[in-house]
């Protein structure tokens, strides 16, 4: 296991975007034992949700209220993960967590993931 370290989190307006990214903090990658990558977040009061998954060959998943607005992508060559949201809405504004695992099938569901990122704030204000 090692450190996931995002960045991009801020605020912006509804209507905006943002762009977040994952890499591991270390020198050592993921790449070798993990095959599921993805994005969560958690609001005040609320649960961790899952936003967002990806697997080593690029398949995606994607909550129903971030889907067409949000992309995943992963960046093989760098080991970095990134999360590409569009028309951000004040109901997207959560801290926003990245994860890496390794399962036969991958989904945005906390528990297939072992590794996490300490989160970054995303503010969307109407």
């Known amino acids: 296991q090692g450190e996931l370290v995002e960045s991009g989190g801020g605020s912006v307006q509804t209507g905006g975007s943002l762009r977040l990214s994952c890499a591991p903090s270390g020198s050592s990658g993921y790449t070798y034992n993990t095959n599921c990558w993805g994005w969560f977040r958690q609001a005040p009061g609320k649960e961790r949700e899952g936003v967002a998954s990806?697997?080593?060959?690029?398949?995606?998943r994607y909550t129903d209220s971030v889907k067409g607005r949000f992309t995943i992508s992963r960046d093989s060559a760098n080991d970095t993960l990134y999360l590409q949201m569009t028309s951000l809405k004040p109901e997207d504004a959560a801290v926003y967590y990245c994860?890496?695992?390794?399962?036969?099938?991958?989904?945005?569901?906390?528990?297939?993931?072992?590794?996490w990122g300490q989160g970054t704030q995303v503010t969307v204000s109407s």
């Open positions: 990806i697997t080593s060959t690029g398949h995606t």
């Open positions: 994860a890496a695992g390794r399962s036969a099938s991958c989904y945005p569901i906390s528990s297939l993931f072992g590794d």
